[in-house]
């Protein structure tokens, strides 16, 4: 079982920064990708990005390629999420993702493991 738990969610300005992070817990994670899922209200959740724990292939979605940025920091099992940039339609809750597999995979959907989610709100 792997517990994740988000923080750093808040309410910025327009062309604002945050940073996310998501701590990991449970289980070995070498073999997981860890990655971000958003929902804005009415919307389905949609990938933002995802990166392999044992190296550093990362994938983002187009809306966000450029200005947000995935790291992670396997000491600390935590996986960070910058924004830069930050605009008004970026505002949803912001999800941490753990699957078994590559970052391919998380892309592809159906994570393992879910945070509880994180609220980011971009005013204009």
């Known amino acids: 079982q792997v517990q994740l738990v988000e923080s750093g969610g808040g309410l910025v300005q327009a062309g604002g920064s945050l940073r996310l992070s998501c701590a990991a817990s449970?289980?070995?994670?070498?073999?997981?990708?860890m990655g971000w899922f958003r929902q804005a209200p009415g919307n389905e959740r949609e990938f933002v990005g995802g990166?392999?724990?044992?190296?550093?292939?990362?994938y983002y979605s187009d809306s966000v390629k450029g200005r947000f940025t995935i790291s992670r920091d396997n000491a600390k099992n935590t996986v960070y999420l910058q924004m830069n940039s930050l605009k008004p339609e970026d505002t949803a809750v912001y999800y941490c993702?753990?699957?078994?597999?590559?970052?391919?995979?998380?892309?592809?959907?159906?994570?393992?493991?879910w945070g509880q989610g994180t609220q980011v709100t971009v005013s204009p």
């Open positions: 990166t392999n724990w044992r190296n550093s292939i990362t």
């Open positions: 993702a753990a699957k078994q597999g590559s970052a391919a995979s998380l892309k592809g959907g159906a994570p393992d493991y």
């Open positions: 449970g289980r070995t994670l070498v073999s997981y990708a």
